[in-house]
C-alpha cells in the first residue's frame, strides 16, 4: 500500500499537523510565559542581590565603621586614663628646614603645621596616645588605606608615614574634609561620617574616608580618620554569586551623585579632573544615569522596584537598594538582552522537547494506530477479500467492543443476511432450474433441458464415434382418460407411466416430458438399432399393464418412434422431428407398436396432411356418405338390422374406404364432426325405415372412442334424437373393444346414458382385445359382434373355430345377442347357425350398399318372406 494512501499514515499527518501546530501554540504561549518567568527571575535575583550587596556593604562599613569607633574610643580612653600623668622632658618634636614637623613614629608619621607652636597638650596627646596607636596598628592596617588621628591644632599622625613627607609645610589638614566632616561645625552630633568616594593619587585607587570625631571628656579633641580602598565594593559585586554575566552595579548618594559605578571606574580615570572634583559628577554622568537617579530622588522610581531604562544605548533592568547609614544607593542592572538571549536559550530548548515529544508522540501514535486500527482494517480488508473470493463462511473477528469490533460485528451480521440470501438465491436458484429444466408433474427432465442433454450426446458421439438412439412416444387415449377421468388422474397416470419409463432405461438414459402426454428417451451407446428396438418393446410391455388410478385400472398403450444419430442425422432439430414422424407412423399404423424413422415417413406424413385438409372440405362439400350392409337373422334369413358404413365419394379418387380416412380423422380430431354427421344420417335413416314399416330393423352406427368421451357426446345425441324422432330403441351404438378397454369415467358414463335412453350397444371386432368376461359385465353392453378374422378361415381352421364356439357360446349364456361378421361363404354361414350363431353379417348375404339399394333390398327381401 502507498504511503500516503493508508488511514494510518493520513491520520498520522493530521495528528501530526494538529500536533505541530498545538506544539508551535504551546510553545509560543509557554515562550510567553517563560519570558515572564524569565524577566521575573532575573528581576527577583537582581532585586535579591541588590539586597545582599546592600548587606554585605553595610557589613562591611559598619564594621570598619565599628574598627575606628573602637580606635578612637582606646585613644580617647588613653588620654583620659592618662590625664594626670606627665610626659617626658625628651618627649618633643623636631622642625623640617621648611618649619613643619615631620616625625616617624613607628610606622606612621607625624606632621605638624608649621605655624602651630608646639604646646605640651599637643606632646601629652601624642605620647599617651601613642602606646595604643602602636597596638591598633597592625589591626587598621588590614583594613584601611591609610588611618590617622587629626588634632584641632592642626597635628596629624598617619599611617603610613610616607604620606607625611609629602605634604608642604602649610599643609592644613582640618581644613581638609577629612577632618571638617566630623567636626563639631558640619557634624554637631558627632556621628561616624563616611566622605564621598575620591580618586587617591598615591594609591591610584577609588577611596572612601571614614571620620570620626575624638572627644575626650566632652570636649573635642579632633578626627580619627581612615582611607578605604572603594575597590572592595567592586569585589563585593563579583563575590556575589551570579550567573548575570554582565551585571553591573552602581551606588550614588542621596543628594544625587554618583559614587561609584564599574564601567566609570575603569574607563574614567578621575585624576584628570583635580582632587576631590570626582566625587561630583554630576556634569560626567551619561544621560541615562542622570535620568534614572532623578527618577529614584523624585520617588517616581521607589527603591526596590525593578525599571526598564536605557543606559549607553542598552535598555536595562536596573533595581537599587538604599544604603541607610551612608546616604548611599547601591544599583545593580543588566541589560535586557540578556533577557532576549536568556529567552532565545530557553525558547530553543521548549522547541527541541516540544519536537522531541511529538516525534515520541508520533511515533507512539503511529505504532498505536497500527496496532489498534490499522493492523485490524487490514486483517478486516484481507477477511473481506477473502470473503470476496467466494469464502462466505469466512467470519470476521469480534473480540472487543470498539468501533472496528462493532464494524466487524456489523459486517458478519451482513455475512448471514448475505448467506442467508445466497441460500433464498440458491434454493430459488434450483427452483428456477427445475421450473426451466424439470417437468414439474413428473420430475423428468422437460422440453429444454432434454434438447440441451441430445446437444451434448451429439457432441459426444461426433467426438467419441457412438451412436445414439431418440425415441418419441406419446400414450393412446391420453386425452380420452383425462376427460373421463379428471386431470387428477390424468396427472397420476403420466407420473406411473413416468416411473415405468424410468424403470425401462439405464441410469445413463434421459427421459423427458415434452409437454402432454408426449415423452422423449435419449439413448446413450446404442451400437445397433436392435438395442433400441429392445427397450421399445420394454416400453410397450410396461405400459400394458393396467395402472390404478383411484378405484379404476386403466390401461393406456403407446407408440413409439425411434430416429437413430448419426445414421439418420447428426441435427438435433431434424433428429427431433424424424422421432416426431416416427411416433406418428407408429401411432397411424396400429398404435402400440415402435416404428423406427424412414426418409420416405416424410412423404407419408404429407399424404396424411393433405388428407385431413381433405376431410375437412368433405365435410363441407358433403362428400360423404352412407353405405349399409345388412345383418340377418341366421336361421330364418330375415333382416334383422343393418350397419351404416361411412363413405367418401372422393372427387378425384372415387369412393373412399373408411380405413383409408377414419384413422386420419380420429388423430385430427375430425371424427367428432363427421361422427356427428353420421349419428344424424343414420338416425334420419332409422325413422325413414321405421316409417316404412321397417321398425324391427335395427340400425348399427360405429362411434369411436373420440366421440364416446366428448363430453357432449350424449346431449348432442340426444337433440339428433329429438330432431330426426327416431326411437332409441331402434339404434345400436357400436364401439370397438379397444375404445371400451380405454375405460374412461366419461365414456362408461354416456354408455350409461345412452343405454338407459334405451340404444343398444354392441362390442365391435369383439376377440381381438383384451377385455375380460367380469369386465364386460360391468358394460351396459347388449351385443357382441365376433371379429370377422375369426370367420375368415371358418370352418377350416381348428382354433377359429374353437374360439368361435366359445365366444358364441359365452354370449348367448350372458344374453347377449352375437353378430357374427364377415361371413362371405356358404360353409361359415352353415357352421356358424349350427353353433348356436343368431345372426351374421357379410357378403355372404350383402354388400354395404347405399341406402336406395338397400331399400330395395329390403322390400325385396319382405316379399320374400
Ligand atoms: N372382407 C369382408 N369385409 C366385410 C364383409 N362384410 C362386411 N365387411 C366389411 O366389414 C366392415 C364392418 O365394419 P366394422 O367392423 O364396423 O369396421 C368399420 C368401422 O370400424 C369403420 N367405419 C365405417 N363406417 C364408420 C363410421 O361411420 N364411423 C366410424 N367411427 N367408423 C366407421 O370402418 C370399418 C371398415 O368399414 P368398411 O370398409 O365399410 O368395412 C365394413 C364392411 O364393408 C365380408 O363378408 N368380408
Not at 56 to 79: C, G, H, I, K, P
Not at 284 to 294: A, N, Q, V
Not at 623 to 649: C, K, P, S
Not at 674 to 694: S, T
Request: hydrophobic content about 40%; proline content about 4%.
Amino acid at each position: 500500500m502507498p504511503l500516503m494512501t493508508s488511514i494510518n499514515t493520513k491520520l498520522l499527518a493530521i495528528v501530526v499537523l494538529f500536533a505541530a501546530i498545538s506544539g508551535v501554540l504551546i510553545g509560543l504561549w509557554q515562550g510567553a510565559e517563560e519570558s515572564r518567568r524569565l524577566q521575573q527571575g532575573y528581576d527577583e535575583r537582581l532585586q535579591m542581590l541588590g539586597e545582599r550587596y546592600r548587606d554585605r556593604l553595610t557589613q562591611e562599613f559598619a564594621r570598619r565603621q565599628n574598627l575606628l569607633v573602637a580606635t578612637r574610643d582606646a585613644l580617647a580612653d588613653s588620654l583620659i586614663r592618662t590625664a594626670g600623668d606627665t610626659v617626658p622632658l625628651d618627649f618633643g618634636f623636631q622642625r623640617d628646614p621648611d618649619g613643619a614637623v615631620r616625625e616617624y613614629l613607628g610606622e606612621s608619621g607625624l606632621f605638624i603645621h608649621r605655624d602651630s607652636p608646639i604646646t605640651d597638650d599637643m606632646r601629652r596627646l601624642v605620647y599617651h596616645t601613642n602606646g595604643t596607636w602602636l597596638n591598633i596598628e597592625p589591626l587598621l592596617k588590614t583594613q584601611f588605606n591609610a588611618f590617622y588621628l587629626i588634632t584641632k591644632d592642626r597635628v596629624s599622625r598617619i599611617w603610613p608615614a610616607s604620606l607625611v613627607s609629602g605634604h608642604l609645610p602649610a599643609h592644613d589638614v582640618t581644613q581638609e574634609i577629612f577632618y571638617t566632616l566630623a567636626a563639631p561645625v558640619e557634624n554637631p552630633l558627632g556621628k561616624p561620617r563616611w566622605t564621598p568616594i575620591y580618586f587617591d593619587y598615591y594609591p591610584q585607587v577609588w577611596t572612601t574616608s571614614l571620620l570620626v570625631p575624638l572627644y575626650v571628656n566632652g570636649q573635642f579633641e579632633g578626627v580619627v580618620g581612615a582611607d578605604l580602598d572603594m575597590s572592595f565594593l567592586f569585589s563585593q559585586i563579583n563575590q556575589l554569586e551570579s550567573d548575570f554575566e554582565s551585571l553591573n552595579g552602581f551606588i550614588f548618594s542621596a543628594d544625587g551623585e554618583l559614587i561609584l559605578h564599574g564601567d566609570q571606574s575603569l574607563s574614567a580615570p578621575a585624576q584628570q579632573r583635580g582632587d576631590y572634583e570626582v566625587f561630583n559628577q554630576r556634569a560626567e554622568l551619561s544621560p541615562g544615569m542622570r535620568e534614572f537617579i532623578d527618577r529614584s530622588r523624585s520617588g517616581q522610581w521607589p527603591p526596590g522596584g525593578v525599571y526598564n531604562h536605557e543606559l549607553r544605548g542598552d535598555i536595562q533592568r536596573i533595581s537599587y537598594q538604599p544604603l541607610p547609614e551612608l546616604d548611599w544607593y547601591i544599583g545593580l542592572h543588566y541589560p535586557e538582552s540578556m533577557l532576549e538571549s536568556r529567552h532565545a536559550e530557553t525558547m530553543m530548548t521548549i522547541y527541541q522537547n516540544i519536537a522531541g515529544m511529538l516525534l515520541f508522540l508520533s511515533l507512539g501514535m503511529y505504532y498505536g494506530l497500527k496496532w489498534l486500527v490499522t493492523r485490524r482494517i487490514l486483517k478486516l480488508a484481507d477477511m473481506t477479500e477473502r470473503i470476496g473470493a467466494d469464502n462466505w463462511s469466512i467470519r470476521l473477528p469480534e473480540s472487543g467492543n470498539d468501533e472496528i469490533s462493532q464494524l466487524a460485528r456489523g459486517m458478519n451480521r451482513m455475512l448471514e443476511k448475505i448467506n442467508e440470501l445466497f441460500r433464498g438465491l440458491n434454493n430459488s436458484i434450483q427452483d428456477m432450474e427445475r421450473l426451466a429444466y424439470y417437468d414439474q408433474l413428473t420430475g423428468l427432465e422437460n422440453r429444454l433441458l432434454f434438447k440441451e442433454q441430445l446437444r451434448t450426446a451429439l457432441y459426444a458421439i461426433r467426438r467419441e464415434d457412438q451412436n445414439l438412439a431418440l425415441l418419441y412416444l406419446d400414450l393412446d387415449h391420453f386425452k380420452d382418460i383425462n376427460d373421463s377421468l379428471g386431470h387428477e388422474a390424468g396427472d397420476r397416470l403420466l407420473v406411473s407411466v413416468s416411473q415405468r419409463l424410468r424403470a425401462c432405461l439405464r441410469e445413463e438414459d434421459s427421459v423427458a416430458r415434452l409437454g402432454g402426454d408426449e415423452f422423449a428417451i435419449l439413448l446413450r451407446n446404442v451400437s445397433e438399432p436392435r438395442y433400441a428396438s429392445v427397450v421399445a418393446e420394454k416400453i410397450i410391455d410396461a405400459l400394458g399393464y393396467p395402472i390404478r388410478l383411484n378405484a379404476q385400472e386403466v390401461v393406456v398403450g403407446t407408440s413409439i418412434g425411434i430416429t437413430l444419430a448419426p445414421d439418420d442425422s447428426r441435427d438435433l432439430e431434424l433428429l427431433m422431428r424424424n422421432a416426431d414422424l416416427a411416433m406418428y407412423q407408429a401411432k397411424y399404423h396400429g398404435r402400440n407398436v415402435y416404428r423406427f424413422y424412414t426418409p420416405d415417413m416424410n412423404r407419408e406424413v404429407e399424404q396424411r396432411l393433405r388428407l385431413e385438409r381433405e376431410l375437412r372440405l368433405a365435410l363441407q362439400n358433403h362428400e360423404f356418405e352412407l353405405y349399409y350392409q345388412t345383418q340377418l337373422d341366421m336361421q330364418t334369413g330375415r333382416v334383422v338390422g343393418i350397419e351404416a358404413l361411412l363413405r367418401w365419394n372422393h372427387p378425384e379418387r372415387g369412393l373412399v374406404p373408411p380405413n383409408e380416412f377414419i384413422p386420419a380423422a380420429e388423430d385430427s380430431g375430425l371424427i367428432v364432426p363427421i361422427g356427428q354427421w353420421v349419428l344424424r344420417a343414420a338416425c334420419q335413416q332409422a325413422k325413414n325405415l321405421y316409417k316404412a314399416q321397417f321398425k324391427h330393423v335395427k340400425v348399427s352406427i360405429n362411434v369411436s372412442a373420440r366421440q364416446l368421451s366428448d363430453r357432449d357426446f350424449v346431449s348432442d345425441f340426444k337433440a339428433v334424437v329429438r330432431d330426426t324422432g327416431v326411437e332409441p330403441e331402434q339404434l345400436v351404438l357400436e364401439v370397438t373393444e379397444s375404445t371400451l378397454m380405454a375405460d374412461t369415467q366419461v365414456a362408461l358414463a354416456h354408455l350409461h346414458a345412452l343405454r338407459t335412453l334405451g340404444v343398444g350397444l354392441a362390442i365391435d371386432d369383439f376377440g381381438t382385445g383384451y377385455s375380460s368376461l367380469s369386465y364386460l359385465k360391468r358394460l351396459p353392453v347388449t351385443c357382441l359382434k365376433v371379429d370377422r378374422s375369426f370367420v375368415q378361415h371358418l370352418p377350416a381352421d381348428d382354433e377359429d373355430r374353437a374360439i368361435t364356439t366359445l365366444i358364441v357360446a359365452m354370449a348367448n349364456s350372458l344374453n347377449y345377442r352375437v353378430v357374427v361378421e364377415g361371413v362371405e361363404t356358404e360353409p361359415q354361414w352353415a357352421f356358424l347357425r349350427e353353433c348356436g350363431c343368431h345372426f351374421g353379417q357379410g357378403y355372404y348375404f350383402s354388400y354395404p350398399v347405399p341406402v336406395e339399394q338397400l331399400m330395395v333390398g329390403l322390400l325385396e327381401a319382405q316379399k320374400r318372406h
